[in-house]
């Protein structure tokens, strides 16, 4: 049962993630397990709290730095004590043209798991990109939501499960649910 909050995120990133020919690509994915839907090269987990992105950029068993075409977040950087520690490491774990893909919430109950401490819309997403490295005109950011979302992400169980009947995918640009982006490193 998909999420509510996930279903344009989850259309618009796939297209995203195909149009980069995932067949080709050497993948890690940072506590999650999406990227398992796609048929990459080779495809890497790193879960917390084994790995932790925050204390510094994965290495192998030499010691050498860890280089991937692509790094997915889903869900995790808005649950990250140093999101902006986080995004440099990966920075430097991506090959020169590589991507990193991450999708947040924005408008979602808190849920601490461990902890909840970030939100960014679309441009909050871009703007901290910026800071970290990335060059503005690689990145595409994109955000999803309506007030119809919102009252449902009230509701108890959390998070809702959506519903084809009754959900409206309509989007408010002005009540953004979650966002997400792509960036490329030069």
Request: proline share 8%; aromatic share 12%; with cysteine.
């Amino acid at each position: 049962m998909a999420s509510l909050n996930r279903i344009a995120m989850a259309r618009s990133s796939r297209r995203m993630i195909k149009d980069l020919g995932p067949e080709g690509l050497e993948v890690a994915e940072i506590s999650g397990k999406w990227g398992q839907q796609f048929p990459f090269r080779s495809y890497r987990r790193f879960i917390y709290p084994e790995y932790d992105i925050c204390a510094g950029p994965y290495c192998d068993a030499a010691g050498e730095i860890e280089q991937f075409d692509l790094i997915l977040a889903n869900q995790v950087w808005e649950h990250l004590d140093r999101p902006y520690e986080a995004t440099l490491n990966v920075l430097e774990m991506l090959r020169t043209g590589g991507h990193f893909w991450l999708a947040v919430p924005f408008f979602v109950p808190f849920h601490a798991a461990p902890m909840d401490n970030s939100r960014w819309s679309a441009r909050g997403l871009r703007n901290f990109l910026i800071e970290c490295g990335f060059a503005e005109e690689e990145i595409r950011a994109e955000q999803w939501g309506n007030r119809h979302a919102a009252l449902r992400n009230l509701e108890r169980p959390w998070p809702p499960v959506y519903d084809p009947e009754t959900d409206p995918l309509d989007n408010d640009p002005d009540f953004p649910i979650c966002a997400w982006a792509i960036a490329r490193k030069t």
